[in-house]
């Protein structure tokens, strides 16, 4: 069997103080399945404070060369990913601004036909709504949004004390959603 060589980035898609994306994110990790060709970084826009995007150009017309460090060292690191799963919570029925911050950083030339896909929470929609505004987005930055999801409703009563979780039909729903993820290298090798 192939070295797993994907590199898969998970972005925690919220910053603010008592985020719940945080625990999400553990959760996620911690539930991971065995897969042939992905392995799974961490990445957390918290780690990535980037300022609103104040380019001189917009990204189809300056290609990705930016003039500020740390967008330019932002796109070079998703860049160099193999796909994505975006973690996301549901602001006013739609994506968090500082990760929509940090997709307009996104260069469609540099992440063409890379996978991605999405765990979301939120009240009772699980996020759901969030989820369908991504894919609008992914999809103007030429990557390709995956079926399989994952949206956990209720969030502030989905997490037991040791970061376990309420529902574990979750658990196989984050299974489908890697296993799906992690067959779409399967012809690319
Ligand atoms: C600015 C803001 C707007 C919100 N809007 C929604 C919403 O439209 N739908 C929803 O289900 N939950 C909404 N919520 C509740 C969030 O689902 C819940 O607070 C969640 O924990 C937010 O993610 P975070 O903790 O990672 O920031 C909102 C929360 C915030 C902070």
Known sequence: MPKANKNILVIVGTVRQN????????????????????TFELVDLRDW????????????????SYAGELGKKWLEKVAAADGFII??????????GVLKNA????????????????????????????????????SELRLIGLHDEVNIPAIWAAFKEDGSIVDDSKIGQLHNLVTELDAWFDKRE
């Open 103 to 138: 997709l307009d950083y996104w260069y469609s030339g540099l992440m063409k036909g890379k996978p991605v896909s999405f765990v979301s929470y939120g009240a009772a929609s699980g996020g759901m709504r969030a989820v369908e505004h991504l894919r609008q987005i992914v």
């Open 49 to 64: 404070q980037l300022p609103f995007f104040d380019e001189p150009m917009p990204p189809l017309a300056s290609q990705g």
């Open 87 to 96: 973690i996301t919570g549901e602001y006013n029925h739609s994506v968090p």
């Open 19 to 38: 985020r719940a994306s945080e625990g999400v994110a553990k959760w996620l990790m911690q539930n991971l399945p065995k897969t042939k060709h992905t």
